[in-house]
């Protein structure tokens, strides 16, 4: 199994802030994803981070509100901008090694702008 | 549309007894993996189980096996002999292509 590195887990953020998330996996994968979970729900893709290119956003999410960067195999960050209060939430790092159609996930980064 | 559901909130079980999670899924895809994800309160997603589309008997993982049911698109998880650990909440998802769904999560509570 992959260990997933996140950080920051928590932090506390004023509005019209931005915050950079920073997502570290022990070995190469060929995909890794980011998620946002709203307290007691469920998961909502927000991006696919792809390596060499730009992020694949879903429907809802943008790049100038959550630009993306995967520069390896290894290693993703996700910022918020602009942050407002309905952007608190937990933030998923999540890796696919592939072949196994398994995820892996991070412990998460819990975000509260005030 | 590629679709998760759990009608079950919320559940609870007494410790050492048999619980039974349901999902239902919706795809028109005949290749897919099918998945339980447990998120305990310290909130790291883990994987439970998982079954391939692809062969009919059930997996079973020591305590936790499911009941595949293709055909009705079910996909259920028994936890047998029930831990305080189990407590958290359990997704279901599956994935095809690229692509991941997970249900809304059901939330179960082991009561000592």
């Known amino acids: 199994s992959a260990v997933i590195s996140q950080k920051p887990s928590r932090d506390i953020c004023q509005r019209g802030t931005s915050l950079t998330i920073q997502c570290q996996v022990d070995s190469q994968v060929t995909m890794m994803f980011w998620y946002r979970q709203q307290p007691g729900q469920s998961l909502t893709l927000i991006a696919t981070?792809?390596?060499?290119?730009?992020?694949?956003?879903e429907s809802g999410f943008v790049i100038d509100k959550f630009p993306i960067s995967r520069p390896n195999l290894t290693f993703s960050t996700l910022t918020v901008s602009n942050m407002s209060p309905e952007d608190s939430s937990i933030y998923l790092c999540?890796?696919?090694?592939?072949?196994?159609?398994?995820?892996?996930f991070g412990e998460g980064s819990r975000l509260t702008v005030l | 549309a590629q679709t998760v559901t759990q009608s079950q909130p919320e559940m609870s079980v007494q410790e050492a007894e048999t619980v039974t999670l349901s999902c239902t899924y919706d795809t028109s895809e005949s290749n897919y993996y099918l998945f339980w994800y447990k998120q305990p309160p310290s909130r790291q997603m883990i994987l439970v189980i998982r079954q391939e589309a692809y062969k009919q008997q059930n997996a079973t993982e020591n305590r936790f096996s499911v009941n595949f049911q293709k055909a009705a698109k079910s996909f259920s998880l028994k936890i047998s002999d029930s831990q305080l650990g189990d407590t958290a909440m359990y997704f279901c998802a599956f994935i095809t292509g690229n692509q991941f769904y997970f249900g809304t999560g059901t939330s179960l509570t082991v009561i000592p």
């Open positions: 999540s890796a696919d090694r592939g072949g196994t159609g398994e995820l892996f």
């Open positions: 981070a792809n390596q060499g290119s730009e992020a694949t956003y």
